[in-house]
């Protein structure tokens, strides 16, 4: 059986699912709801992309997150 993700887990990706309305709201979100730095809150998030629990719980939000990844990455 898999573990399940972490509260703070589990806020990350929720917050990944939202829109944001213009530039900066998202990483006020993130100082505000998460009390994370927005460096650390993405490390965080690099790191649950490829954590097999992520996955499970939430998908779609992973697998269009790891496409944005992946497309910043072939593009360096």
Not at 4 to 25: K, N, S, V
Not at 46 to 62: F, G, K
């Amino acid at each position: 059986m898999q573990e399940e993700l972490e509260p703070r887990e589990r806020d990350i990706l929720a917050l990944e699912r939202r829109t944001f309305p213009g530039p900066g709201a998202k990483e006020r979100a993130i100082r505000e709801e998460l009390d994370l730095s927005p460096v650390h809150y993405y490390q965080l998030l690099n790191a649950l992309l490829d954590d097999p629990r992520a996955l499970a719980h939430d998908p779609v939000t992973v697998n269009r997150l790891r496409r944005v990844r992946e497309a910043r990455r072939s593009d360096r």
